[in-house]
């Protein structure tokens, strides 16, 4: 499980490594090559809550393969598509495969262990993400420096087959549990206040970090005149930095989940303004990628504990909605972040970085001390 989340996160931000070698050999612009990412959050956002409520009898085991068997196909018609908008098509379909990933995986991975290690069997197949992001994505920048673009997507259609294979091997039948109707999942928020406060800071959050992480590369690129192989180096970095600060949140969420958010929030800001103020050297780029990857570990966590404990009786068709609203952001955070780039410049998708996270914290922030304790996942 936590192979396919790999996979399937890795697969989705791939193009974040790869925006420069993407718009060279395409003949596009940077803004335009982030629409890889904003055309796969925008079908794993818009359609996660109809799938999973259309296939809520359809065996989980059977669901997760055939989502796994569309991202090899998807990634292998990537690697040898002969035009953009083939490409851009490619991920949308990608896209759906991938939200109802995220709605049905960690649920699948509670009911595959003991009752009792059920929490412990989510965080575990959530750390796939600090994977993804310390080992999978500068991976796909390595492998594009020696070799191109285009094998890097080669080799993620080979990784998921691998995974695909292992799913069906290793994963028990699943017979689908809790059935929730398309009405049912959107009537969720209407009657939980407190899960609808918990997506607007999602999507808030969401907006602030990947529209400018979308533009790392560029950013570097053309402030610290970063080379590739150091653009691999911080995001590797990013990434570690990453997987300790969801460590450290593992454990400071049981005790403050209002509190980690808020000080990950904060951290996220400040690491955004040291980009703008030292991020014209190296040095300054290391320490605020190493304090932004903390930062967005401590968040991601808390924000996915947020939404379980927000609605721990409807938790399959509660992340579904999560899907929703952090692919849709994430999708609408890189097509207003490509817009930035250009039309106003590289720096100013760091600013608009800025005002959305500032934005999620004041609204956490005038939640009150509330916290929901019925669900807790530690990493």
Do not use: C
């Amino acid at each position: 499980m936590t192979a396919s989340l790999f996979v399937f996160l890795t697969t989705e931000l791939m193009p974040v490594g790869l925006l420069t070698p993407l718009s060279n050999s395409l003949d596009i612009s940077v803004g335009v090559a982030g629409l890889m990412v904003t055309a796969q959050g925008v079908a794993a956002g818009l359609g996660v809550p109809f799938i999973v409520a259309w296939t809520r009898r359809v065996n989980r085991r059977l669901l997760l393969s055939t989502l796994l068997a569309i991202l090899a196909l998807g990634n292998l018609i990537t690697a040898i598509s002969p035009n953009y908008p083939l490409i851009l098509t490619t991920r949308l379909i990608m896209g759906f495969a991938s939200g109802v990933f995220w709605a049905i995986g960690v649920s699948m991975a509670m009911r595959i262990v003991p009752e009792r290690q059920a929490s412990r069997a989510a965080a575990v197949v959530m750390s796939g993400i600090s994977i993804a992001t310390v080992v999978g994505i500068p991976l796909g920048t390595i492998i594009e420096n020696f070799t191109d673009w285009r094998t890097t997507f080669a080799i993620w259609a080979g990784l998921s087959v691998l995974v695909f294979l292992a799913v069906a091997a290793a994963i028990p039948s699943l017979p689908s549990e809790n059935a929730v109707s398309v009405r049912e999942v959107f009537g969720l928020p209407l009657k939980n206040a407190q899960l609808r406060t918990v997506l607007f800071i999602v999507v808030f959050f969401v907006l602030g970090h990947f529209g400018a992480y979308t533009f790392v590369r560029p950013f570097l690129e053309d402030s610290a005149s970063a080379t590739a192989a150091f653009i691999t180096v911080v995001l590797i970095i990013f990434g570690i930095g990453s997987a300790v600060g969801n460590f450290i949140a593992g454990y400071t969420v049981n005790k403050s989940l209002r509190g980690t958010f808020i000080v990950g929030g904060l951290g996220l800001i400040a690491a955004l303004l040291l980009l703008l103020t030292i991020g014209d050297g190296k040095a300054g780029v290391i320490v605020a990628l190493i304090l932004w990857g903390l930062s967005f570990g401590a968040v991601q966590l808390s924000q996915v504990n947020m939404t379980l404990a927000a609605a721990p009786e409807t938790f399959e068709a509660a992340m579904s909605l999560n899907t929703m609203a952090y692919n849709t952001s994430i999708a609408v955070g890189a097509l207003l972040g490509g817009l930035f780039v250009d039309n106003v410049g590289v720096t100013s998708v760091v600013w608009f970085g800025v005002a959305l996270t500032g934005a999620s914290l004041l609204l956490r922030l005038g939640t009150g001390r509330k916290a929901a304790s019925a669900v807790s996942v530690s990493a």
